[in-house]
């Protein structure tokens, strides 16, 4: 089942008080950090207590991933350290290439986890954003890819706006790339922690554009982007239309549904049910049809 990510908040792996309030913030994923976060200095002093965290805290819920370090640059390491704790997913930055991919899942074989492990290519720069397909599509173990819009930015020479304009090239090539896949594609923080009203519009644009969730830096910002995510009592209400719509249309032998006299295709049905699931897993009441 596809694991439910409205929201993935960052945890920096070199602060104690912070992996500790992890299970409590609500978030459906935390990232326990060992790459931006931590000083170079003390990334083993991360290592051990990330792991110790995953074996030690119950997150419930939440799903526990963990963003080690480049892969050139001490994420093979990371992985040997943090894998025998049981990390639920392993998040993979400055990932540029298929090859990236395939170094992360032949090493977390080679660890031998105790259960399955996620891979999630993380997305930042234009070289990646150019093989995103071939990135999303590289192994079984990848079931999302995210984007890096702050790094993105900086790589193609752009300026980090609040309108998004210079990253709007780059979310629609990485949606287009996962959902070709057949993955999720979850987006970049926003990163003004005092803009409610603004991570709100932005939160709403791109799930517009097909994302299916994006992190958050800051408790806070886990609310608003759990409540733009969640199907609106009228989405759900249409989800409902549609799939009974679908189903006389299939007992009747016809190749069409109507929904308030529009013709309703494969993809809108399948919108239709992703949203009734989403809405199930989160515990929200589905409406009657009305049709």
Do not use: W
């Not at 609500?26 to 931006?36: K, M, P, Q, Y």
């Amino acid at each position: 089942m596809e694991r439910l990510r409205r929201s993935r908040i960052y945890l920096p792996g070199n602060r104690p008080r912070m992996l500790q309030k992890g299970p409590h913030l609500g978030a459906d994923a935390v990232i326990l950090d060992l790459e931006d976060s931590v000083s170079p200095d003390e990334k083993d002093a991360a290592r051990i207590l990330v792991a110790r965290a995953i074996k030690a805290l119950d997150y419930g819920d939440s799903e526990v991933m963990v963003r080690i370090n480049p892969i050139h640059s001490g994420g093979l390491t990371d992985l040997t350290m943090i894998l025998d704790s049981g990390p639920d997913a392993i998040v993979v930055p400055k990932c540029e290439t298929r090859e990236d991919v395939l170094i992360i899942e032949n090493a977390i074989r080679d660890n031998n986890p105790q259960k399955p492990v996620a891979i999630l290519p993380m997305i930042e720069t234009a070289k990646g954003i150019l093989n995103a397909y071939e990135i999303a599509s590289a192994s079984k173990m990848v079931d999302a890819v995210t984007f890096g819009g702050e790094d993105f930015t900086q790589d193609i020479g752009a300026t980090r706006t609040k309108s998004g304009k210079e990253i709007f090239m780059g979310r629609n090539m990485l949606v287009i790339a996962a959902k070709a896949a057949g993955i999720q594609a979850l987006d970049t923080v926003f990163t003004d922690i005092s803009d409610d009203e603004g991570l709100r519009k932005d939160t709403q644009e791109i799930k517009e554009m097909g994302f299916d969730g994006r992190a958050a830096i800051h408790p806070a910002q886990i609310e608003i982007i759990h409540d733009v995510f969640t199907p609106t009592q009228k989405e759900l209400q249409y989800a409902v239309n549609v799939r009974l719509a679908a189903e006389r249309a299939r007992e009747d032998g016809s190749g069409v549904a109507v929904v308030k006299n529009k013709m309703i295709d494969r993809p809108i049905i399948q919108r239709a049910d992703k949203i009734i699931h989403l809405a199930e897993r989160i515990d929200l009441p589905i409406p009657e049809p009305n049709i």
